[in-house]
């Protein structure tokens, strides 16, 4: 199954970069992202916020950026959460187009696949409530960046 992680991934690797496991392992849930300052002033006419939520899935990441890629969004456990190469290429490691119930299906096949321990998908399933995606944002950004506004 393909979605914007993968392609993060591919994108990064194909242009160039170093992917591989995450060193802190699994990031499953709704995660905070923090954009740096440049993106912050690439994405101000959007009037979006400078941290965002989205929903993660992965334990994979952006070890190394390709040559002249741009970090343009951070988070605690991952380093390259957004990277941008010029004006026409975005890789994104979350999933803006993921919904709680997709995420609770997922974290359930990891479970019943040993991925991770019955006891960690009860605990992330019991803490997803906290916090929500902030999906109308992150619509506009990936519209925007996809109609050539950014």
Known sequence: MFTF??????????LGGKT???????DIGVTAIHFSSSSSKLFS?????????II?????????????????AWSEKTGVEMFRYGNHIMGIQGHPEYTKDILVH???RLSQRDFIADSHA????????????DKDAWKKLCTSFLKGRL
């Open 5 to 14: 992680l993968d392609y993060h991934k591919v994108l990064s690797r194909a």
């Open 20 to 26: 591989g496991r995450a060193i802190s392992g699994w």
């Open 45 to 53: 006419s959007l009037k979006i916020p400078t941290t965002l939520s």
């Open 56 to 72: 993660e899935c992965h334990r994979d990441e952006v070890r190394e950026l390709p040559p002249k890629a741009e970090v343009i």
């Open 106 to 108: 997922l974290i359930d």
């Open 122 to 133: 009860d605990d992330l399933k019991a803490n997803m409530g906290k916090v929500e995606p």
